[in-house]
């Protein structure tokens, strides 16, 4: 008996030992894996650059050369999507890989909006971070900081840092909202505690200027909206007081948030990392730096794109000195489509000349026709991407579950689709179907095809002289023969126009029905 356990023991022993010595071999196979299986992942995000603003598009009066060389070097995508016509849902999309319509907030918000992504929701950042992955963003933010009130002399919180980012060094909202100032993990930048910062949406504080009282104080001159605070003789949305010293210098940003940009690669080399560089260029205000002033000829719109390709190549210089440019998965995109003026007269339309930012499509931003929602669209990594065009259906809603199977993280997503070998160009399978967003409106697009449901309001947001893609009667187009969609074959093709409804109606449910005036078919 005795001898029994004995033996047993031994069994036991070596047992333990073999697991052990397998363990530790596991170990450290991960470890040297690691280093070739955890490249850094960057986002680069543009804010209303359209689909033909850049030259990998077609675009020949602005010049993006840097842009068009990762583009050419990386895989092109003709049919990538925002997943909405405007910067709060799209952006929210992207991180959360949530559709927006399902998140009653994602919509424009104003600087003093609360955070829209829950900190118990899954982002992006949070499940690279799950994978050993440094996490940051540098640049603009617009998804609502704060659970209500929020003190801007105080930490700001929750936001980018609560919901997965192990840094954060942005804008709150956008260049036209105040507070105009930059926060970096949830404090105020240069924050003077003798002069704090007050925010309200509503009312002027007593005794400030403002953009309808005070046009002797303005540089740049507000077409609509923009009329409130004056910050840099720029008239903003939102009134502000206080925060001197930390208010930001329009002129400076694009310099500024490259250099955050830099920093971090520099800072987290050694580890992997994930970047969201979130530009600012070229919304409203646009304010190229001098050294851009005149260097598209169109104006400083076309000036702040050669100014944000410009930064664009700075950045990979960065990466390629630091030593971590072929180990990086570079992702490109735009937030939505273009519009020309949107709130400033800044020339923006009377210097377009020949250039055309929508590329062929029809709207802008704001819009459901395509150029709301079709944005330029890259992923790059050098030496590793074969350089190819891709005709896939890809949208940034499927980045989360894609760059889940790359990192090989259990993460599921309901609407983000794992479309890691279509991005890494292995694949030309993209999405079957997606359903995009404007103004909380939405439309089905499959295949060839898109499916705008009626909607009641304006033809054309006649301030931005966009058509939005409001109609009283269903709306069908085969992008495949009509790019433009200026055929509407909804009332000849009523079989595809039933089938598109259908399938439309089973993924969004019965929620959109309030937005439409009447669905019935005839
Ligand atoms: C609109 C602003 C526009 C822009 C937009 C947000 C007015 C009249 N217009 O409300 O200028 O700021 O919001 O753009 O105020 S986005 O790209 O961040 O969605
Ligand atoms: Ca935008």
Redesign the pocket.
Known sequence: MKRLNQGILYVLLALITVNCKEKSKEVTEAVSAEDITQPNIVIIYT??LGYGDVGFNGATQIKTPNMDSLANNGVRFTNGFASSA???PSRYALLTGVYPWREKDAK?LPGTAPLIIGTDQMTVPKMLKSKGYYTGIVGKW?LGLGSGHVNWNERVSPGPNEVGFDYSYIMAA?Q??VPTVYIENGDVVGLDPNDPIEINYNKNFEGQSNGVDNPELLKMKWH???NSSIVNGIPR?GYMKGGEAAKWKDEDMADHFLKGAQNYVKQHKSEPFFLYYAMQQP??PRTPHPRFVGASGLGPRGDVIVEADWCIGEFIKTLEEEGVLKNTLIIFSS??GPVLN??YYDDAVEKLGSHTPRGGLRGG?YSLFEAGTRVPFFTYWKGTIQPGVSDALVCQLDILSSLAKFVDSDVEANDSEDLLDVFLGKSNNGRENLIIEANSKTAYKEGDWVMIPPYNGPEILS?VNIEIGNSKDFQLYNLKDDRGQQNNLAGTNQDKLRDMVIKFEAIRGEGYKQETQKLELK
């Open positions: 804010d209303d405007t910067c709060t424009i617009h956008t036209d909202r609509h909206g923009h949305i919304h409203v937030d939505n949107d709130g931003k301030a």
